[in-house]
């Protein structure tokens, strides 16, 4: 919705303003923050590095060039409400990632198009992204189904300090977990693992078709799978719905590949997945300190 002042156009949105221009155009002036109404933007970036061109810079350009990038590093990951992971690609599929997480929408684009840039022109060629936002999970567990809980397997019934008490620390809980959803800080684990997915809308496999209880159901077995591998994988599912082309991100990390590749086989076997989803390419990618990642690849 518009309201139109004389000459002037102001959007409803107080966070954006317009203004008819002499030449028939519209200038657009954003607020200086766009900050998600929860949780944090994020950016997966994929790219190939041009030796051919790295070759014809001098030594010298070469060593600024690397100088220039880990100044630039330092520079995003002391900025605030932000995260970036460099990593180092396996397979052709890409040579050098980056994850980056940040709660101000211009901060990110402002940060994604120098990373592009980083070791200079045409030295990055980008092969792969995806733009998300953190999300908490709506299938949890509701205050009604954890009363109804505590009643039947601890016989605690509401009012009793008992009852009181374990509420409490249930919705502690709830509140930890809904925070490291929306607002994680994650660690540097040595393996990064990163897959694009969406929920099937086939005659008789229609995710979106099914009701809430049915999905929630089915979500409670998925997650079981997932709490077997406490300490060994740490995931983070993002929504990209109406901002990429699928319609979830997952990243895992962890410190051995061969949990990556056991979690995600198992989970195949669930009916979430078995039935209902779809993966795109898999990415796999290591943490590792700006020396040793220019040494391998070959900077």
């Avoid at 709660?103 to 402002?110: R, S």
């Avoid at 030295?123 to 809980?149: A, K, M, N």
């Avoid at 049915?214 to 300490?231: C, D, I, P, T, W």
């Avoid at 983070?236 to 061969?258: K, M, N, Q, R, S």
Wanted: hydrophobic share 40%; charged share 25%; with cysteine.
């Amino acid at each position: 919705m518009t309201e139109v002042l004389g000459r002037r156009t102001r959007l409803s949105n107080p966070r954006f303003f317009c203004r008819e221009v002499d030449d028939g155009g519209m200038s657009y002036q954003l607020s200086p923050t766009v900050i998600p109404a929860a949780g944090l933007h994020v950016l997966h970036l994929f790219y190939r590095v041009e030796l051919g061109q790295w070759a014809l810079l001098s030594p010298d350009e070469q060593r600024k060039a690397k100088t220039r990038f880990t100044q630039l590093v330092s520079e995003i990951r002391s900025a605030p409400d932000t995260q970036l992971f460099v990593l180092s690609m396996v397979s052709p599929k890409a040579d050098l990632g980056f994850m980056l997480l940040s709660k101000d929408l211009h901060v990110l684009n402002a940060f994604e198009k120098r990373l592009s840039q980083g070791l200079g022109p045409d030295i990055l060629t980008p092969v792969y992204s995806f733009f998300s936002l953190t999300e908490e999970s709506e299938y949890v567990t509701t205050d009604e189904e954890q009363t109804e809980v505590l009643r039947r397997e601890e016989g605690l019934e509401p009012g009793t300090e008992a009852f009181e008490k374990r509420m409490g620390e249930f919705r502690a809980r709830m509140e930890k977990y809904k925070k490291d959803k929306l607002y994680p800080l994650l660690p540097t684990w040595e393996v990064f693992c990163f897959y694009p997915m969406t929920k099937r809308r086939n005659p008789g496999q229609n995710w979106f078709a099914s009701s809430f209880e049915e999905r929630k159901q089915l979500m409670s077995g998925h997650a079981r799978v997932g709490r077997q591998y406490a300490g060994k994988i740490l995931q983070l599912i993002t929504g990209c719905t109406g901002l990429d082309d699928w319609e979830w991100g997952v990243t895992l990390l962890a410190h051995d590949t061969f949990y990556i590749k056991e979690i995600v086989y198992k989970m195949r076997f669930d009916e979430v997945s078995a039935q209902y989803a779809d993966f795109g390419e898999f990415y796999i990618g290591m943490a590792l300190p700006l020396d040793e990642l220019f040494r391998r690849l070959l900077l």
